[in-house]
């Protein structure tokens, strides 16, 4: 069983930055990427940002060019770092992780970015 704990959401103004973090436990030697996807009150859930063991990383649209993700495979430990936040990055992000016959889900963490 895989653990995926979030921490590092919390309240913002535009145009701030925040850095959120996923720690993995558990039987994790056969997760191949982890990212974070988010969902907003009535939207479906997105991906955000990804990044395979090897440092490959995907960006969603929408954060491309402020969000930048990296990991610590010493520490099975993913990273999000959030710049330029705008009202509509406003959502619960999920930590995700990806193995080769199941994935994994974090409980979530709330960003919430207003004035």
């Known amino acids: 069983q895989v653990q995926l704990v979030e921490s590092g959401g919390g309240l913002v103004q535009p145009g701030g930055s925040l850095r959120l973090s996923c720690a993995a436990s558990?039987?994790?030697?056969?997760?191949?990427?982890m990212g974070w996807y988010r969902q907003a009150p009535g939207k479906q859930r997105e991906m955000v940002a990804t990044?395979?063991?090897?440092?490959?990383?995907n960006y969603g649209d929408s954060v491309k060019g402020r969000f930048t993700i990296s990991r610590d495979n010493a520490k099975n430990t993913v990273h999000l770092q959030m710049t330029s936040l705008k009202p509509e990055d406003t959502a619960v992000y999920y930590c995700?992780?990806?193995?080769?016959?199941?994935?994994?889900w974090g409980q979530g963490t709330q960003v919430t970015v207003s004035s």
């Open positions: 558990g039987t994790i030697f056969g997760i191949y990427s």
């Open positions: 995700n992780g990806v193995a080769v016959f199941d994935q994994y």
């Open positions: 990044i395979t063991n090897g440092g490959t990383a």
